[in-house]
């Protein structure tokens, strides 16, 4: 079975004081998903973080406008554990967690994520071997999305890393019908390498919200996965 194109606009890039409004019009826009990262409160860094009730918060707000959305949640935590019971609670249909912080209790992890009838990923750093994934996808207890970071996690707007490609390369060849998400600088000019390499579900921020016609650039994207796709 064939995988379908699925584009997230990456809420961290949204107006935060519109939050409602601004996951109202990427749906109106076209969006399939509405990308949700979630990160630990990190004082002493330069990067942009928020507190779990802020983001419980932001999640209900969302539901209850677009009671329709799936709401696409990447953390970049190292307790995942402790957030299954919140984010259920919160409204979050999918769940994707770092393969780097959950070696030793993937297992129980996605089973407590699909108890909550949420649908379980994994995400991987640009400097994560691909292969650290693999129990994951391949166990009884698996996941349904690998997500490939394309830009070190935790801030918005940098650049594309076209090596991590071959990551995307590989997982579509041994994977046929895995859904993979790549996250990090998509683009108008980054998505074809994207697409090409066997992405289906993309994420995209800056590109997106700093458009003056979001719908257009949603439109660009779903067409060179579905182009990609033909070949």
């Not at 379908?4 to 969006?31: C, T, W, Y």
């Not at 970049?76 to 919160?90: F, G, H, I, R, S």
Request: proline share 6%.
């Amino acid at each position: 079975m064939g995988v379908v194109a699925k584009i997230a606009p990456s809420m961290l890039s949204s107006d935060f004081a519109n939050l409602a409004s601004e996951a109202h019009r990427m749906i109106q826009d076209g969006a399939d998903w509405l990308h949700m990262d979630i990160m630990a409160l990190c004082p002493q860094s330069n990067t942009r973080c928020s507190g779990d009730s802020e983001f419980e918060k932001a999640y209900r707000v969302s539901c209850w406008i677009v009671y329709s959305a799936y709401l696409d949640c990447h953390l970049m935590v190292t307790n995942p554990l402790d957030y299954v019971e919140p984010l259920a609670k919160a409204g979050a249909s999918g769940f994707t967690f770092h393969v780097e912080v959950s070696k030793d209790n993937w297992q129980e992890l996605v089973h407590r994520i699909k108890s909550k009838g949420m649908t379980p990923g994994v995400a991987l750093k640009p400097g994560t071997p691909i292969e650290e994934v693999f129990p994951l996808v391949e166990g009884e207890t698996h996941v349904d999305m690998v997500l490939v970071m394309t830009v070190e996690p935790g801030f918005g707007g940098q650049k594309f890393m076209p090596e991590t490609m071959d990551k995307v390369c590989t997982l579509r060849k041994k994977y046929p019908s895995l859904n993979i998400e790549v996250d990090g600088g998509l683009g108008p000019s980054t998505i074809d390498i994207a697409a090409s390499a066997g992405a289906n579900c993309i994420v995209a921020g800056s590109s997106v919200f700093g458009d003056p016609d979001p719908a257009k650039v949603i439109s660009l994207l779903r067409t060179s996965v579905e182009e990609s796709q033909k070949k």
